[in-house]
């Protein structure tokens, strides 16, 4: 996907925008914004996961050993009405869509900001991404990427610009969600009837003269 797209994406889908740039910088490092990238990851115990979607979302955190969804699952499933799937189809889901891991991410997202004690976050729920604990968060601090031998100097100048353009395209938005809260008419469209009245009234003024 384009930066432009993912933007839109996520906004349309309630993550909130002052972590957008720093996620999509993080996206972009994972997976190049790659919907169909699955990145194999081995645990500390041993066991193999997989990463998956443009946010390389890992489906095995999400659901106990035994195959039982955990609490964010739970909540998911029943905020967006439907029945909770298996995990295996749950991983079809996500890798399927980008707007459904879009969609999932964002109800994530919310859970660690509202729960930032139980998922150890300190109060940034993107630190839940261990590239954005790597590289994007101490580019939040000091303008520097960190880790930046660990990326081609392609994948860093990209990741900056789809960061940079993050930024202007949200503060844009935002700009002019500002302008219409305090203008409210500024964009209004003009009834025709309207539009008519004031062109009869300025004819008859143009007439008046001339006469």
């Known amino acids: 996907m384009e930066v432009q797209e993912v933007i839109e994406l996520m906004q349309n889908l309630d993550i909130p925008d002052e972590l957008i740039p720093s996620l999509v910088m993080t996206a972009y490092f994972e997976s190049g914004l790659n919907q169909n990238v699955i990145n194999i990851n081995r645990e500390e115990d041993g066991t193999i996961t997989e990463d998956r979607s443009y946010l390389q979302l890992n489906i095995d955190k999400f659901f106990f050993e035994d195959g039982t969804p955990d609490e964010t699952i739970k909540t998911y499933f029943k905020k967006i009405k439907k029945p909770i799937p298996s995990k295996s189809e749950f991983e079809k889901l996500i890798s399927a869509s980008e707007k459904e891991a879009t969609r999932f991410a964002a109800h994530y997202i919310k859970r660690l900001s509202n729960n930032p004690n139980s998922f150890r976050t300190g109060g940034k729920p993107l630190r839940r991404w261990s590239t954005y604990r790597d590289y994007v968060e101490p580019f939040e601090l000091t303008g520097v990427l960190g880790n930046p031998d660990e ?11 789809a960061y940079i353009l993050s930024s202007i395209i949200v503060n844009n938005n935002k700009l002019k969600k500002d302008i219409l809260k305090r203008y409210p008419n500024i964009l209004r469209r003009t009834d025709p009837a309207e539009l008519a009245e004031a062109n009869r009234r300025v004819q008859e003024r143009n007439n008046g003269w001339r006469n």
């Not at 990326?151 to 610009?161: F, I, N, S, T």
């Open 151 to 161: 990326l081609d100097k392609v994948k860093q100048q990209r990741g900056l610009e």
